[in-house]
């Protein structure tokens, strides 16, 4: 292919090569493993790699075509799966690790262990602790992270961002209602029945003078002193 000119022999030779070497290219894909929906960009990343081999060869420097190939491809494949394939930073070992871990489960799976094998098959196959070998099982979430606007449930009928929780604006509150929950405990019994009965329970101040057997003018003292109070005590 070398030795012809550009024409319509050269293309067809090329075609011819490319056709040839296609299977080394889909084997070299599958060592990385990857979620079984992105395993076609793979192929197609190491198709692209098989394209730049055969255009860059040089026979005259006296190697084989497939010792130039092959990491010609390798390495456009590792170029796609760092540039493409995390969504979420991860450092470099982590990435380097899960490599040798798809690699291991590809095999295992080969094997006959439909699940990918167990953390004892891992360790054994690529002489990684089997801590590190949970947390590149943990970090792989990070190469095919859910959508938010997934369809889950029953018919798939509602997305998952619809079952995220939200801010609880509640939650702002929390530290006042702590700190006032402790000053109405040295508040005089009878001011903390009365802020009870109008904040709590929802009574007027014409219920609550009827039930503790005062004035409603008295009442309205008493609320307004408790609060004042309170307000003075949380602010200083």
């Known amino acids: 292919m070398t030795r012809c000119p550009a024409g319509p022999e050269r293309e067809a030779l090329r075609e011819a090569a490319v056709q040839a070497f296609l299977p080394v290219a889909r084997r070299l894909a599958r060592r990385y493993g990857s979620p079984i929906d992105h395993r076609e960009d793979l192929y197609q990343v190491a198709c692209l ?19 130039f190939a092959v990491p ?28 040798r871990v798809r690699q291991a489960q590809e095999e295992l799976r080969r094997a006959g262990y439909a699940d990918g094998g ?31 606007d997934e369809r889950r449930g029953a018919q798939h009928s509602v997305a998952l961002a619809e079952r995220m929780g939200s801010e609880d604006p509640a939650l702002e509150r929390v530290t006042d209602h702590v700190a006032v929950a402790a000053l109405l405990a040295s508040l005089p019994e009878r001011e903390r029945r009365i802020l009870h009965l109008y904040f709590f329970r929802g009574m007027t101040q014409r219920q609550i003078a009827e039930c503790i057997g005062i004035s409603q003018m008295h009442v309205s003292r008493l609320i307004d002193r408790a609060c004042t109070s309170l307000r003075r005590r949380l602010t200083c």
Not at 73 to 98: A, F, M, N, S, Y
Request: no cysteine; glycine share 6%.
């Open 49 to 67: 790699g098989l394209l730049h081999a055969i255009d860059r060869f040089d026979p005259d420097r006296g190697h084989a075509f497939l010792s």
């Open 118 to 148: 167990t953390l004892g098959d891992l360790h054994q196959l690529t002489g990684l602790p089997e801590q590190d070998i949970r947390l590149v099982l943990r970090a792989e979430r990070a190469r095919d992270p859910a959508s938010i």
């Open 72 to 99: 010609t491809i390798d390495g456009e494949l590792k170029r796609h799966l760092r540039d493409h394939t995390w969504h979420v930073h991860v450092p470099r070992t982590i990435r380097d690790q899960h490599r």
